[in-house]
């Protein structure tokens, strides 16, 4: 083989390669972010659960002092992929009932990669249970609702607490569910996800009775 023949051959290869690496690339960036999305996915969805075993045994008392650290921390635990410093913000549940055919069932705050909510609903005779109040994370402490259409939502506060018959163990005449939502915004490494941000959005939510 001649000498020439040797350098066409050579820049041929270095063609190739420049033509197939990005490619390459690009299917092992997105390996790495379908592993951390699906990890993200597990994370929030253990965080969720954690966090609604809290929150069930809970009573309304406690709320005043350590209840609300107390149901964060468990899901701080698992939450892996949330910063420990930030400071978490509340989510945005989707409407006034809990109906199993919605999703989203919450909304994350614009401008936050992860949020926290904890909500309780009335169940009593028929019909879909009723949310009737929310402990926020991000207005000091307090019970009240977030309303209004998504993104402008805002906070009625409830001075004196939830509603009668909210937060509150199971009776005759209905029961109480807490329920415990954990979203989180993925950051891919890859271009090609943000085609499709809102694929990369997950929502963890468990509902238990409240026994308290």
């Not at 051959?9 to 999305?37: K, M």
């Not at 913000?89 to 926290?116: A, E, H, K, M, R």
């Not at 415990?180 to 929502?203: D, F, Q, R």
């Amino acid at each position: 083989m001649t000498a020439s023949r040797r350098h066409r051959s050579r820049g041929q290869t270095l063609v190739e390669f420049a033509l197939i690496s990005p490619i390459f690339l690009l299917v092992i960036f997105a390996t790495i972010d379908f592993g951390g999305y699906f990890g993200a996915r597990l994370s929030v969805e253990n965080a969720a659960r954690d966090g609604a075993r809290v929150a069930a045994v809970q009573p309304l008392k406690a709320y005043s002092t350590t209840a609300g650290a107390t149901i964060v921390a468990a899901i701080r635990r698992q939450a892996n992929d949330f910063s420990a410093s930030a400071t978490l913000q509340d989510c945005y549940w989707s409407g006034p009932t809990l109906s199993p055919t919605q999703y989203p069932p919450f909304n994350i705050p614009t401008g936050s990669t992860g949020c926290v909510g904890i909500w309780y609903f009335e169940l009593s005779g028929t019909g879909s249970p009723t949310l009737c109040s929310q402990w926020s994370l991000t207005e000091s402490g307090q019970w009240g609702l977030w309303s209004g259409t998504f993104p402008s939502e805002t906070w009625t506060p409830q001075p004196s607490g939830p509603p009668a018959g909210c937060v509150s163990p199971p009776t005759p005449s209905g029961v109480d569910l807490v329920v415990i939502g954990v979203g989180y915004k993925y950051s891919a490494l890859t271009p090609m996800p943000t085609i499709a941000s809102g694929a990369l959005v997950t929502y963890g939510e468990t509902e238990l009775m409240e026994e308290q």
